[in-house]
């Protein structure tokens, strides 16, 4: 079997007036982030590993920030076209190491949805998505509130 390994990560700035979409889900929250799409900094930084992995670019390539075609795009979308693209070579999702940077909201209760939300758009066990919590103790524009990040690590495997 030949496996491959996928890095990403992506940033959004938290903003007022729009919603808090993370790992595919919504979640309540006063501020969302700020984006051309709907700015799910977590499944964006797993596209981006995906894509990374495969040696396939970045979603910025394929899903431009500049084009009305993907204006409020929702980020299930990109991944579900991600996982498509990466089959074109052979390749599917082994499994998925992520981690989000935030204050607030706590994450930790919306885990376990976000796991079943996009296990069932890559087509894999909710057992190989990998998601984990944290903040940064108040350092940064993470712990001023400013944004979110989300770093990702992928496996894939050659599916042939």
């Keep these: 079997m030949r496996i ?47 894509l990374g992995a495969a040696n396939m670019r970045d979603i910025g390539f394929h899903f431009p920030d500049n084009s009305n075609d993907t204006l409020d795009m929702d980020s299930k979308v990109i991944l579900r076209e991600v996982v498509a693209l990466i089959a074109t ?8 190491d992520a981690t989000v ?10 885990i376990p949805a976000m796991q079943r939300c996009m296990a069932e758009i890559i ?4 057992d190989d998505i ?4 944290t903040t940064t103790e108040h350092l940064g524009f993470t712990g001023r509130e400013e944004g979110i990040s989300a770093y990702a690590t992928v496996l894939i495997e050659k599916t042939e």
């Design 101 to 110: 940077c935030a204050e607030h909201p706590k994450l930790n209760p919306h």
């Design 130 to 133: 990998s998601i984990k919590a």
């Design 4 to 50: 491959r390994v996928g890095f990403g990560y992506d940033v959004h700035q938290l903003t007022e007036g729009r919603d808090l979409w993370m790992g595919g889900i919504k979640i309540e929250h006063h501020l969302g982030l700020l984006g051309h799409s709907d700015a799910d900094v977590l499944i964006h930084a797993i596209a981006d590993a995906i």
């Design 123 to 126: 087509g894999c066990d909710t």
């Design 89 to 96: 070579k052979g390749y599917r999702v082994g499994n998925i």
